[in-house]
Nanobody, 124 residues
Framework: EVQLVESGGGLVQAGGSLRLACTASGFTFEHYVMGWFRQTPGKEREGMSCITRSGENTFYADSVKGRFTISRDNTKATLNLQMNSLKPEDTAIYYC?????????????????WGQGTQVTVSS
């Protein structure tokens, strides 16, 4: 029923840009806060950014602040992540997540729904 589908991943050279999208269905998108997380094998999942229900507040991890921009379009039930100035250490599987509670700045385990992820690889 609930689906979150990430897209836009791929291979890019260091310094380049990618724009990820997460298309949601099966729930009332505008009632959910959204977040972007990433996972590298052998490392803990990292929360990169999140956005509140109407997009009024956004938050970023220090590792991506100034380089990544999160946004949402509630009319299209879509979450986006614009990634600029990419670095090899950004290489990971990127996941979007949704949660019905008001706060978005919280651990991934507190998010209710997850996509399957999209691979981002940044070469040096």
């Amino acid at each position: 029923e609930v689906q979150l589908v990430e897209s836009g991943g791929g291979l890019v050279q260091a310094g380049g840009s990618l724009r990820l999208a997460c298309t949601a269905s099966g729930f009332t998108f505008e009632h959910y806060v959204m977040g972007w997380f990433r996972q590298t094998p052998g490392k803990e999942r990292e929360g990169m950014s999140c956005i509140t229900r109407s997009g009024e507040n956004t938050f970023y991890a220090d590792s991506v602040k100034g380089r990544f921009t999160i946004s949402r379009d509630n009319t299209k039930a879509t979450l986006n992540l614009q990634m600029n100035s990419l670095k090899p250490e950004d290489t990971a599987i990127y996941y979007c997540a949704a949660d019905p509670w008001t706060l978005c700045r919280k651990p991934g385990r507190e998010y209710a729904y997850w996509g399957q992820g999209t691979q981002v690889t940044v070469s040096s």
